[in-house]
Structures are given as C-alpha cells and as structure tokens.
C-alpha cells in the first residue's frame, strides 16, 4: 500500500508553492481550488514535470525526491490522465492501449490484465474501432485505462472531465465513480467543480494562492463551519451510508449513517455496501418535535452545534444527528425569522427533517473512516 507524502516549499517560474500533505493509500484525493491556486503545478511537481528545488516527495518511503535526489517522470510509476485524452487518432483503440504497454515493457499480451481494464472503464466492445470514431466519454475511459495498464502506483487525473460536454460527463462518471472502490492505489484528481468533488472524492485538499488551506475527508470538509462550503447558501451535506434494508413494496433503500439511518428511493442493490447520498442544506428543516404527522420521511433527532452566516439571506444550521449529537454533521438553512421564532441556539436538541436524500451515482463507495467527533463545546 503506498501512502504519498510531500513537502514543497518554493517557486516553479514566479508561481509559489507552500504545502505539506500526505495522502492516504487509496482512494481519490481531489485537489480542489479556483482557476490559478496552482492545482496542475503541484501535479506537475508531483508527476517530476516540473522540478522545485528543495522539495521533498515520497511514495511508501520511496523517494522521488529530496536533496541531490530526483527520479525523472519517466521512472516514476505513475499514470497522468490529462484534459484531452491524447490518442494516437490514426490507431486502434487496443493499439493505443498496447502501444503504451509496450513502451513501458509490459508485455502486451498480457489479456489478463487488459481485459480487466477494459471491463473496468466498459471499453471492451470498442477495442478494434479506431479512435477518432469515438465520443469524448469513451476516449477520456481509453485514455484512463491505457494510463492504468501500466501498473501505476499513483493515478494523476488533471480536469479529466473539463473537455466534455454535459452528456459525455454523465456517460463516464459511473467509471468513475468506480475508482475510489476497484484501485487499490491512490489517485489524486484535479478539480473546479464542485459537483465532481461531491461524487468522486474520499479526501479533499483545498488549495489558494499555491498554499493548502484544508485537508480532510469530504464529508468533513463540505460542513466544515470555518471554510466556505458550510457557509454557502447553495451548501451540501454528503454522508456515506451502508445498505441494510430494501423495501420492495416502496422502493424505498434503509441505509445506516454515523448517527441513525436514512431511507431513500433506490433500486434493489445488495445490502451492506456503501453509497453516497447529498443532502442540500436547503432540503433540511428543522422541528422542535415530531409530534404531527409528515410526508417527510426521514425525521433524525439532532443537536444543534454551530449556526453559520451564509453568502445569502438565510442562516445555515450545523447539526449533529443523534440524540446526543454523536453522529455525522448536517446542514440545514434556515430562515433568521425561523431561528429568533423558534429561539434555535447552539446545543439545542432538534429534529432535522430531511425531504430531499438523493442517492450519488449508481456506485459504491469505500467503507468511510470514522469522523473525528468534535465534541459539543461552547459553541458562539
Ligand atoms: N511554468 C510556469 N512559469 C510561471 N508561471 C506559471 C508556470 N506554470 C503555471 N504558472 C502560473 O502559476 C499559477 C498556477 O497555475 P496552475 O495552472 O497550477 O493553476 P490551476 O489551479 O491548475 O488553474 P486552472 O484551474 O485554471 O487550471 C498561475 O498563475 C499560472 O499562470
């Protein structure tokens, strides 16, 4: 399992980086940051395209650099997936995928190994078309699998999705989605999307001016009360949830989150995997009881824990689902009126009702880590 550390402290042109981090060993990291933060500079350092002097970079203790030491791109085990897929127009899709393997000297008859990429990114039936017959999708999944046949330790993907219109980003997304579950390696993703963070990412490094100002588990991060995502008016909960029930009669999916359970429309999938589901803050409502009855399915008792300004007119609730407040965070707008009315303050007991729980994606996720809990303390 290789874990990627990293220490940059300088200038690639006039640009300055100043960072450290570490990655864990699988799952899909997303650097995230406005256009010019320096997202594809420090994947370029990462990659040995650009070289900083001074920095420090490892992965699982091998040295890629420090001091006198640098290991050129070439002899890096990484595979980098660009904005533009880069596919020899004039070949194959299974001569670009084995023209890259043979480069690199794995042997390119190795079916085994292409026949589990090619199902993975569900390119199969497309092997023997020649590429310029393909849609931006499926060019954007050969160039994903021909940078995984070559066994990379570390998957970059620079904006793999900014080339595409809307209807190619759809068709390719559940390939993606798959990534964080089927690699066992670490990939870092370039994005500015905040909805491809939402659907792809384990772990977010949220990048400014070429410095890290947040690192951590998504689900964190997008609650955070001091970064912007918590206090946006457009803000977004998203909580992985394991499958235990399905309720046929209903369509309607239970799924356990840290702090009570959910239910949701979905179809029939097997129990016990993860998913991902996104919650608005403004689908969340609050109530001091469940006295009356509600169309509103999913009722959790919460404790309120921060309330937050927002870019817009209303306020946005940080709460703790469960009794106690031992669960995951949630979001929830409200009105200023709604909060004087209803005299809401922090470490108040509330139910959250819950109307809009929108299941991300057909895929699985990875079992999530347990949440830090930060504990209900005098709260502003
Ligand atoms: N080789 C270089 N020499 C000088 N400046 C550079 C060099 N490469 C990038 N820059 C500058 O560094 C800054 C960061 O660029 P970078 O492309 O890394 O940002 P980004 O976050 O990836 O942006 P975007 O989201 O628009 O792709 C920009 O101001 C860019 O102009």
Redesign the pocket.
């Known amino acids: 399992m290789s874990t990627l550390s990293a220490r940059f402290d300088g200038k690639?042109?006039?640009?300055r980086l100043n960072m450290e981090f570490t990655i864990p060993s699988r799952g899909v990291t997303a650097l995230f940051?406005?256009?010019?933060?320096?997202?594809?500079?420090?994947l370029?350092c990462i990659a040995g395209l650009?070289h900083m002097p001074g920095a420090e970079l490892t992965l699982d203790g091998e040295v890629w650099q420090k001091g006198r030491t640098f290991v050129p791109t070439h002899k890096r085990p990484i595979g980098y997936v660009f904005q533009e897929p880069g596919l020899f127009p004039h070949l194959s899709v299974r001569k670009n995928l084995t023209y890259g393997m043979k480069r690199a000297g794995i042997d390119s008859r190795d079916s085994e190994h292409l026949n589990e990429l090619t199902a993975l990114m569900g390119i199969e039936h497309l092997l023997e078309r020649g590429v310029t017959a393909l849609s931006g999708g499926e060019k954007q999944r050969v160039a994903i699998a021909r940078a995984l046949l070559m066994r990379p330790r570390l998957l970059l993907m620079d904006?793999p999705l900014s080339a595409l219109d809307q209807d190619n980003k759809n068709e390719i997304m559940p390939y993606l989605e798959q990534l964080h579950s089927q690699l066992e390696i670490p990939v870092i993703y370039?994005t500015?999307d905040r909805r491809e963070v939402e659907r792809l990412a384990d772990q977010l490094l949220l990048?400014r001016k070429?410095e890290l100002i947040a690192q951590g588990e998504i689900g964190e991060i997008l609650t955070n009360p001091d970064l912007p995502f918590g206090r946006s008016q457009d803000a977004v909960t998203v909580l992985d949830g394991r499958v235990r029930h399905y309720d046929a009669r209903y369509g309607l999916s239970t799924l356990q989150i840290d702090g009570g359970t959910l239910e949701v429309p979905d179809t029939l999938g097997p129990t016990g995997v993860y998913k991902r589901l996104r919650i608005a803050s403004t689908d969340v409502s609050l109530a001091l009881n469940t006295d009356q009855p509600s169309t509103i399915l999913n009722r959790l008792p919460a404790v309120i824990w921060k309330i937050l300004p927002t870019d817009g007119p209303s306020l946005n609730v940080l709460l703790r689902i469960g009794n106690m407040g031992e669960g995951s965070a949630l979001l929830a707008s409200v009105t200023r009126k709604s909060v004087e009315s209803m005299e809401l303050k922090p470490g108040q007991s509330v139910f959250a009702q819950i109307k809009g729980a929108s299941l991300l994606g057909s895929s699985t996720t990875n079992k999530p880590r347990k949440h830090q809990m930060t504990p209900l303390i005098a709260c502003e």
């Open positions: 690639v042109g006039s640009f940051g406005p256009s010019g933060c320096g997202k594809t500079t420090l370029r650009n904006e370039v500015h990048l070429g």
